[in-house]
């Protein structure tokens, strides 16, 4: 979660990795702020679980 500046917390951002399926981890991506983090977030994905991908 981030702050406004002011104190307030403005919105929030959490990535999860799906690693049910066999050989394959499906990352998962959701915020408050629409897309604001998601290039940040890909990237993290990539180098938790190199090979993940996004769900169809």
């Not at 998962?28 to 190199?50: C, D, F, M, V, W």
């Amino acid at each position: 979660m981030n702050e406004d500046g002011l104190g307030n917390d403005a919105y929030w951002s959490l990535l999860m990795l799906d690693t049910r399926a066999p050989k394959r981890v499906v990352d998962h991506h959701y915020e408050s702020a629409g897309s604001r983090n998601s290039t940040i977030a890909e990237q993290l994905a990539a180098k938790l679980a190199p090979g993940c991908s996004q769900p169809a």
